[in-house]
């Protein structure tokens, strides 16, 4: 089990910016990948985006060109950092890890955008 904890959700403004962050007790080199993942009222959870262990990257059609995932130099933090914010991009967001297909999750950070 991966102990993970998020931070940097908040309010925003259509159009501004946000960045998260995840803490992991375990770092993504071990990993098979890391990823975020929101929920919006009444919707089902989605992906976000994906970082690998070697550094591949891929995001949801919806925020491609928007959002961008990244960790840092030694592996323990996952970033999202979120540009052109959509009302749309309002959830709750949770960041993921996936160990041989076991999957460990964060408490979740709420993400408002305002029109």
């Known amino acids: 089990q991966v102990q993970l904890v998020e931070s940097g959700g908040g309010l925003a403004q259509a159009g501004g910016s946000l960045r998260l962050a995840c803490q992991t007790s375990?770092?993504?080199?071990?990993?098979?990948?890391m990823g975020w993942y929101r929920q919006a009222p009444g919707k089902q959870r989605e992906l976000v985006a994906t970082?690998?262990?070697?550094?591949?990257?891929s995001y949801a059609d919806s925020v491609k060109g928007r959002f961008a995932i990244s960790r840092d130099n030694a592996g323990n933090t996952v970033y999202l950092q979120m540009t052109s914010l959509k009302p749309e991009d309002t959830a709750v967001y949770y960041c993921?890890?996936?160990?041989?297909?076991?999957?460990?999750w964060g408490q979740g950070t709420q993400v408002t955008v305002s029109s």
């Open positions: 375990r770092s993504i080199f071990t990993l098979n990948a």
């Open positions: 970082i690998t262990s070697g550094g591949s990257t």
């Open positions: 993921n890890a996936n160990l041989y297909g076991i999957n460990s």
